[in-house]
């Protein structure tokens, strides 16, 4: 079942505090809200230096350290003048302070900016970068664009990267979603560009085909997807894991997609609310509980619903 938690900002990204409330980031304005689980919501502040791309640039993913009860810190990325970039800032419950650019130069555009933080169990920061719709930088493994990135928590490459710089995997087209199933595995959730949106199994070092491949492929040195739909079905903003299953948010597709996740693969996957809430941008697991948070995104872009529209649902999970 599925319950309003309050109203979501526009474009909402989402991450965890330790308490089991969430902070949530506002693309267009540039805020950042603290959203308890009882739905009480409220805004702690404005990140400095961010611009709109009049598009899918903004204000964009957020991952609060593991270490946050200690350090206060939280990482954004989002688009500034010249680039998209990852910032540092301090959240101590009460102020929004300490701006630190970590990681700069990040090609941007009106679209495919990417633009998910994630800390994996590894500890080190991930960040999803889109192809800024020059799909050549995707096949670069000197460009900081269409890869995932993981690095140190001051925003150097993480010690065991395949290329000695931040990129992790290369040929991403525009990367959305990552999360960790119980065995450690990455996996992530990807925008195609026209024709097939993707679930990708990643491994350090492979290479994901954009834009020689959009899809499966034949094409050696390229790694397949372990799942593709078309562009009308998913449009995966986002991906958590839970239940023995990841869940992908679906934008276009208007749908929560459930995958079940094997020792050896996926299985069938399974759509959820079809057309139930219009456009979903997030999916994340609830710390501690059987639960989703799930938030729609019809005020955004193509959604064409009035301000306010927009809610941050909870799923319980049977």
């Known amino acids: ?152 928590p001051e925003g150097e490459p993480a010690p065991g990267n395949p290329y000695d710089s931040l990129v992790y995997s290369i040929g991403h087209c525009n990367p959305q979603g990552l999360t960790w199933d119980a065995q450690g595995r990455l996996w992530e959730a990807e925008f195609g560009n026209n024709a097939f949106d993707e679930l990708n199994l990643i491994k350090p070092g492979k290479n994901y085909g954009w834009p020689t491949c959009e899809g499966q492929c034949t094409t050696p040195g390229m790694t397949n997807p372990e799942r593709q739909w078309k562009t009308n ?23 929560l997609w459930r995958v079940p996740i094997t020792r050896t693969g996926t299985g069938t996957p399974e759509a959820y609310y079809t057309g139930d809430y219009g456009r979903l941008r997030t999916v994340e697991k609830v710390p501690g509980a059987k639960a989703l948070w799930l938030t729609t995104t019809n005020v955004d872009l193509g959604g064409g619903q009035p301000a306010g529209s927009d809610k941050v649902l909870r799923v319980d999970l049977r």
């Open 1 to 152: 079942m599925a319950r309003e938690r309050g109203p979501s900002p526009w474009s909402a990204f989402l991450d965890w505090l330790p308490d089991g409330s969430a902070l949530i980031t506002e693309r267009e304005t540039f805020k950042l809200f603290r959203l308890t689980q009882a739905g009480k919501r409220v805004e702690i502040g404005t990140v400095p230096n961010v611009v709109t791309t009049k598009g899918e640039g903004g204000l964009l993913g957020l991952a609060a350290s593991p270490n946050w009860k200690r350090d206060h810190h939280i990482f954004l990325m989002h688009s500034a003048e010249g680039d998209n970039r990852i910032v540092r800032m301090t959240y101590d419950s009460t102020t929004l302070g300490e701006y630190t650019p970590l990681v700069t130069g990040i090609k941007k555009y009106n679209y495919h900016n990417g633009g998910r933080l994630q800390f994996g169990p590894d500890g080190y920061l991930y960040a999803t970068t889109g192809d800024a719709f020059k799909s050549a930088l995707a096949q670069d493994k000197t460009s900081l664009n269409g890869k995932i990135l993981r690095m140190t």
């Open 233 to 255: 079905e998913a449009s995966p903003s986002s991906l958590t894991y839970a239940d023995g299953a990841v869940y992908l948010a679906a934008q276009r597709g208007q749908r």
